[in-house]
């Protein structure tokens, strides 16, 4: 089975603190995403990554950086945290290419700031 | 504009009765797959089912099925039999460019189905 794991499953941080959400996949995975997650708007893309070292901006990537220094690990920082970036993070993996290409999601991470 | 749409926020279904969850989708890709995901309570998203672009039939597992009208642009997902356990939030996706490595899903606003015993 597919594992995709988050480091935290509840954080809670202060105004101006810098952030660090970690999320590891253990099935050698191309792909791997960070979506935030708002009542009554989805999942909306943060960031993504198709290779190591390489990221691309999704549809909300303003005050939000990634990290990708190894293929297993992606990691999503928020450089100073802000009340409006409290929200559910997701993290998903999925393989390259090919018809069929579902994405696996780790258990969540609810970000409070305070 | 918004390229998936779910227009019922919430629903109330009777134990073992059927449901559908409406899904409209908006492309000019010719290749994309369309997906439903299930979130309990819990809070991890579970994949349902798959449906090409391409493919001809309804997709089908288990319980569910996919009711995909192309000319329509709709891609709803039908629940036989509801259980209590099937009350969570569905999120129906849709991914573009799908011989494309770094394609991504983009998702609707979700519908949170809660089944009545």
């Known amino acids: 089975d597919v594992k995709v794991t988050q480091s935290s499953r509840y954080l809670v941080k202060r105004t101006g603190e810098k952030v660090f959400l970690e999320c590891v996949q253990d099935?050698?995975?191309?792909?791997m995403f960070w979506y935030r997650q708002d009542p009554g708007l989805g999942l909306r893309l943060i960031y993504f990554?198709?290779?190591?070292?390489?990221?691309e901006k999704g549809d909300i990537p303003e005050g939000y950086s990634v990290s990708r220094e190894k293929k297993e690990r992606f990691s999503l920082i928020l450089e100073s945290a802000s009340t409006n970036q409290t929200s559910m993070y997701l993290c998903?993996?999925?393989?390259?290419?090919?018809?069929?290409?579902?994405?696996?999601f780790g258990p969540g991470t609810r970000l409070l700031v305070l | 504009a918004q390229k998936i749409t779910q227009t019922q926020p919430g629903m109330f279904v009777q134990e073992k009765e059927a449901v559908t969850l409406d899904c409209t989708y908006d492309?000019?890709?010719?290749?994309?797959?369309l997906f439903w995901y299930k979130q309990p309570s819990s809070g991890e998203m579970i994949f349902l089912i798959y449906?090409?672009?391409?493919?001809?039939q309804n997709a089908t597992e288990g319980r569910y099925s996919l009711n995909f009208q192309k000319a329509r642009k709709s891609a709803n997902l039908v629940i036989s039999a509801s259980q209590l356990g099937d009350s969570a939030m569905y999120f129906c996706?849709?991914?573009?460019?799908?011989?494309?490595?770094?394609?991504?899903?983009?998702f609707g606003s979700g519908t949170r189905l809660s089944i009545r015993p």
């Open positions: 998903a993996s999925s393989p390259a290419g090919g018809h069929f290409e579902t994405q696996y």
């Open positions: 099935m050698d995975h191309e792909n």
């Open positions: 990554s198709y290779d190591v070292k390489m990221k």
């Open positions: 492309t000019s890709d010719q290749s994309y797959g």
């Open positions: 449906q090409g672009s391409y493919d001809e």
């Open positions: 996706a849709m991914r573009e460019g799908l011989y494309s490595s770094a394609s991504k899903i983009i």
